[in-house]
């Protein structure tokens, strides 16, 4: 009885060792009864309702060891297959006990599936560190097992889900997870199959797209694209190419193409009639691409949709998995950083509890930073910028270079505001700097025009300087085509005019900017541009004599 017990484990049911040992009940009570007066054993209850426990875990391991290779594989068959028929409920909910006792076994066909079914129920409840260990062992197993042409695709969606729960603990762009969906690549390499090569694809372009390289997402969107050409009859890959496409092209700062290939994008999920087309995927696409989207919206000026846009992905996303829900939360959370308004501070922490609870170290660091930059925006001035600082170094450590102009640039305007100007200049200097290495160029108009405003607070010493960088800024931002950051950029050397005494050099230069938002009203940056305007023509109209300094 022991050396059975041993080989169910630490603790075990009376029930369960009746069907395994198949003993009446006078014999198996005697039995128990002697090891628990040996105190061996502590019991908790009254068969045949009773539970057992081995006292110390070495008397479990000398019972277990005591026992023939051969006769523990037999014992570990009948255990699994007693709990598989008569325990149903265990079956269900715990898969990964049964997957043990069918490996010890030596079953590895069957274990298999109890190591798959345990991992993809991990991964439906976000237990990604559990997922982790079920799949990975599903993976030992079947490696092992000899080559077969028929496991190829399960073969392939094991690889697959063992990527995403990679990915929802350790982070996109972790070496373990770009393992996995490299070695996922390598066993679709002959399947022409663009629902199977879709999640391959999103992850592998994700990792490069968190480690913030440019070349590298460009190429392997490209090879996308390519996929995608090859079968045109796939509303999947035309979907994975255009999204892949019109984020490299925002990364690069390429706006009005972005939104091309955004906006093909969500046309070809509303156009398709059958919605399991892409559920097959297991992709969340369609809630990316949205929060994408609002980002490259709302710089080119179409405020009330990217708004729109940003709203309606945090709430499709409210029954999502945890990494859906936290990656939803991140973006809002980005999104409102850039618009400049107040983030939501009850949102990062949200999004601060869900990575923490679920194990996801990249999300923990991007909800700390933002948790801390929604704390600076709210007035909580120094704990803000602690928190910031120590959200963009676990970012950092996590390998995560995505939105590193935005990080870095409140960083830079955080510390100017306490008081240590050099501090936010260095950092400005050096992320515009890297922008030129990496190739993300989608914030640079911004990372000038802050740059302008801190060089402003040294005094008249850093006015050219100043001057320069906003005149740069507006550069960018009309060659990009970016409305709201070209306001932006016009509206801080407006301000750099009026102190200057040149009001028909603000007139010129807001005129024609603040034309192009006659359909906007709720936009902060539009009042006190208008408001600059109105000053600048009552100034000049009071001294209609006066000539104007020229600009420059």
Known sequence: MAQIGAAIGRDFSYALLKYVAGRDDLTLSAALGQLEEAELLLRRGAPPEASYSFKHALVQEAAYESLLKSKRQLLHTRIGEVLREKFPVVAETEPEVLAHHFTEAGLGEVALEWWRKAGQQALKRSAYSEAIAHLGKAIATVDELPDDPRRMISRLH??????????????????????????????????????????????????????????????????????????????????????????????????????????????????????????????????????????????????????????????????????????ALVHRAVFDGVCGGMLQQTETILALGLARDHTMPLYVAAGTYLNGLAKWRAGDRMAGLADMRHGWALLHENDCYLC???????????????????????????????????????????????????????????????????????????????????????????????????????????????????????????????????????????SPGRPSRRQG
Not at 177 to 194: G, L, N, S, Y
Not at 443 to 456: I, T, W
Not at 481 to 504: C, D, I, V
């Open 158 to 327: 094991l690889q697959i889900s063992y990527g995403r729960a990679l990915r929802g603990s350790l982070g996109h762009s972790a070496p373990e997870t770009v393992a996995a969906w490299t070695r996922a690549r390598q066993f679709a390499a002959d399947i022409d199959d663009p629902v199977e090569l879709a999640p391959i694809h999103s992850g592998l372009f994700n990792a490069c797209l968190t480690h913030g390289e440019l070349a590298p997402m460009r190429e392997l969107a490209d090879a996308i694209r390519s996929a995608a050409d090859r079968r045109p009859d796939s509303p999947v890959a035309a979907v994975v190419a255009h999204w892949t496409g019109g984020v490299t092209c925002w990364f690069a700062g390429d706006y009005l193409s972005a939104r091309t290939h955004l906006e093909q994008a969500l046309a070809i999920y509303g156009a398709e009639p059958d919605p399991a087309t892409f559920r097959a995927s297991a992709l969340d696409l369609p809630f990316v691409i949205m929060r994408f989207l609002a980002l490259v919206l709302w710089p080119l000026g179409v405020i009330a949709r990217a708004r729109k846009l940003a709203a309606e992905a945090v709430g499709a996303s409210r029954e999502e998995r945890a990494l859906s829900r936290a990656n």
């Open 404 to 542: 590193e102009p935005f990080w870095g640039m409140h960083v830079a305007v955080a510390n100017a505001e306490v008081g240590q100007v050099e501090t936010g200049l260095d950092i400005l200097n050096e992320l515009i700097a890297r922008t030129g290495q990496s190739g993300q160029h989608w914030l640079d108009a911004e990372l000038h025009r802050v740059r302008a405003k801190l060089l402003s607070r040294h005094g008249s010493s850093d006015e050219s300087g100043a001057e320069d960088d906003l005149k740069q800024a507006l550069a960018i931002a009309r060659h990009q085509q970016t409305k709201t950051f070209e306001l932006r950029s016009a509206l801080g050397l407006a301000r750099l005019y009026r102190t200057n005494g040149r009001p028909s050099a603000i007139s010129e230069l807001l005129a024609p900017v603040l034309a192009g938002f006659e359909a906007e009203r709720d936009l902060p940056e539009l009042v006190e541009a208008k408001e600059l305007l109105t000053q600048a023509h009552e100034a000049r109209a009071a």
